[in-house]
């Protein structure tokens, strides 16, 4: 069976995002720093499509902000959900992968996932995709 194509979407801009973008361009006359920020935030909420996680046979890439990363299967360990805890309370769960390289990377979000649920779909992925081979 041929592995297919799979585009995962971003997660929807919230609403505390809006409001944060509406508070960078209130400020941006008195702060012109805030311009940058309100326009990565603004290209966020307008080009969301260019931010998807891309499944492919030969790897995956994703695009955090401006450049796109690209993996192939053969490069990744695996993928696992990483904790982040600050004085004993969990603030954010990553998914994270290790590179043969011994590099480990966190993808920016979970895309509309759990991130345990994310990180199990993909390594089910890669695992088909290694198990096929290259076409």
Known sequence: ME?????????QAG?????????????AGQYPIALPLLAVFGAKIAFSHAFALELDPL???YRPLLYRHRYAWREVRGF???TFRLLGI??????????TRGELR????????????LA????????????EGPN
């Open 90 to 99: 969990t603030f954010a769960k990553a998914v994270v992968f290790e590179t």
């Open 3 to 11: 592995l297919e194509e799979v585009t995962l979407p971003p997660a």
């Open 80 to 82: 696992r959900v990483r």
């Open 120 to 131: 199990a779909f993909l390594n089910r992925y890669r695992a088909s995709a290694l198990a």
């Open 106 to 117: 966190a993808l920016p979000e979970s895309f509309r996932m759990e991130p345990e649920a």
């Open 59 to 61: 790897g995956f890439s």
């Open 15 to 27: 609403p505390y995002l809006g409001l944060l973008a509406a508070g960078l361009f209130g400020m």
